[in-house]
């Protein structure tokens, strides 16, 4: 219990310091924390002997500020080294506390998911954090209602994150989980954008509406000749997780998946895979006619209902084909971003790979809503062009034949950095879900 104490004033001396310099979210965020190391639960003492380290720091980087101020100012500052060393000494003991043999045993619940969770909850954080940073604007909902209350948004969102890693880790809960949250992902998206434009002007981001059809994150720059931030941050996503964009991040794709699921139907065997690269020609239609319009110098109202259009057609792709078929036929035969997120992710190291224990019992194929596991792809060891890495074979192959793959690691590794990585890149795109 000693331990135990010592860790909680260490944290309640941090968020005192956060209080005094009026960040009231950072105060929540540490309070939070504090609270955590309650749990037993080794994810929290690896998030507290981290957390509390680079605490560590901060009061010895304040400390030799304020020593010299006083030094410089001709002040007495002995008292002051006393006091601010015993601090740090305090803080630095608590963070070590943490992966010591007495607070190994402490934080012992749930030790194989330690590390897992850890990092789930640190990057989620990170990403967030840097996302406030640098975007000139409030760009979380507590920034925006309760200005400075940001880091107490991310400590939720981060616990949430690591919520989900516990429930995701076993392929079975994933394969559950994955619909659930693509779906809550996309409400939010959406709820937002209906609040906004209701006239609660806080949900939208930059008050410049655009259409949320997933074509126009390429048409849309292409026609105003700027604004590359959605470019980017699909580029960015799809090097860090590969296809996944489209079975875990994509604001449309979960209502393909969604009405793909409608009266449990399975997969068509009778979907033409030709169709697939038919995407190719829908994005150089696209975009040929984006760069058409802002030539012939369209307004502005004829392109956006012209891609409302476009995004109608999908809609009625997903209502008619992928109900009726059982697999997501908007996403593998009609987005022009899906063919992208394909090809593109050939870039990323991720891979899913069949291995030569494999039985060709053919239950993952079954499984498979992007048609990405026909005979012939089984057959080579290796999914289709269409895959996106959504996971929902793994939990059907007994023999655990089917998995994923990063260079030089196991297969059983790759899935968890895998995990930390989509996870963490779902907390972040529910914190910024604004058009």
Known sequence: MTGLFLLSIAYL????????GGDGGLAVFLIGSAGLAFSRERWAGNIAGILLGCGSLLWLDKGSALINLRINAGADWIRLALIMGAVFALTIFSAAYCFSPAGRERFK??????WFKASIFLLTAILLEITRSK???PILLADR????????????????????????????????MRPRIWALFSLVFFGQLALGLAGI??????????????AL????????????????????????VGPAWCSHLCYIGAWDDLCSRIG????????????IWMRLALLTLVLVAAWGMRAAGVSAVIAVWSAALFGMLGIMIMLWFSRRMGMMVHCTAFCPMGIVSNLLGRISPWRMKISADCCKCMKCSRTCRYNALRPADIESGSPGISCTLCGDCVSSCASASIGYRLPFMAPEMSRKIFLVLVISLHALFLGVARI
């Open 13 to 20: 001396l941090l968020a005192a310091h956060a209080v005094r």
């Open 109 to 114: 619940r749930g030790r194989e998911q330690g």
């Open 135 to 137: 975007v000139p604007f």
């Open 145 to 176: 209602f309760f200005p400075g209350w940001g880091r107490a948004e991310i400590f939720l969102l981060a616990l949430y994150a690591t919520w989900l890693g516990g429930r995701m880790l076993s392929p079975e809960g994933a394969k559950t």
């Open 201 to 214: 002007e806080q949900c939208l981001m930059s008050g410049k509406l655009h259409l949320p059809v997933p």
């Open 217 to 240: 994150i390429a048409a849309g720059p292409v026609f105003r000749g700027s604004g590359f931030f959605m470019p980017i941050l699909f580029t960015v996503s799809v090097l860090l």
């Open 264 to 275: 449990n139907l399975k997969p068509s065997n009778n979907f033409n895979s030709r169709l």
